[in-house]
């Protein structure tokens, strides 16, 4: 951590990271309110912020061991729990009953799981496993367009990303 | 880490906390079929396997930074984010409409601040602020006394302790 910049230099990563989970928490609201394409619209902007907060924090020069903790636990909110509700609540619920819940649990269960993987690992060059950003952000992608997707591929994409995240495998970062 | 122990014996914790966010999980989807005393308890047996995992690891001699990670993101959810919601959709929101959404959202983040620091900070023996398990824990609480507490208080909580969760007192821990 670069303890030298000003404190209101030094929070602004963390304004983004947070904008990330406020999104998120909204995007679950909506969800709620059955505004399917807003809940998947504020996710892929929670995406967005997450994907500012680390650049400006390596820009800024005010990494920050903090910042890494709560960029993690909003993803959880953002790419891995709001995702999958959106998707039970939009879909599975009427398609698989049940079946849907145990679907959309593991889909944040291993969210959660490759989450605290990586950040024990502290690797920054590459991501092992497809990383939760890609597979909350690619499930509200699909989203939009549920008017011409068949809702069994919605299925089998959750359970292939879920499967992704826990995997061991590299993906190369694309920024630096 | 200890890691003499087999694989199957080393995991047991982490089934615990995989427990606490499943039941934060699901009170969400209670939430949002509006049971929501169904939920306020699934929050509270959160708290439960939440207070286990950490013992269940020292009796064990598996602690390990996995687990603290795996502990923290499940916290969010279970303890932020789902009691934030319960309370929004079953009081604030036809009490307060959007500032409503205003007094969760901070909440939730407030709970992913304090997350955040205290994983930094690495205190064993005390609590720097109010744990976020307790602030949700209470929220879920007192939701099941929904038909005898008027609606202010619930707003008043959430902002109370949303507010000690990122204060800086110290809260000694009663557990070892």
Known sequence: MNNNNPINVRIIPSLFTLS????GFISLLLTMDGKFKLAAGLIILSALMD???GKVARKLSVSSDFGKEL?????????GVAPAILTYQSMLQAQLGYWGIILASIFALCGAIRLARFNVLNINTYFVGVPITFAGGFMALIQLFQHIIPWPVY???MIILAFLMVSTFKVPKLSK
């Open 20 to 23: 990330n989970l406020l999104f």
């Open 51 to 53: 994907s500012m907060d």
């Open 71 to 79: 960029d993690s636990l909003s993803d959880l909110v953002s790419f």
């Open 155 to 157: 299925a089998v994409c």
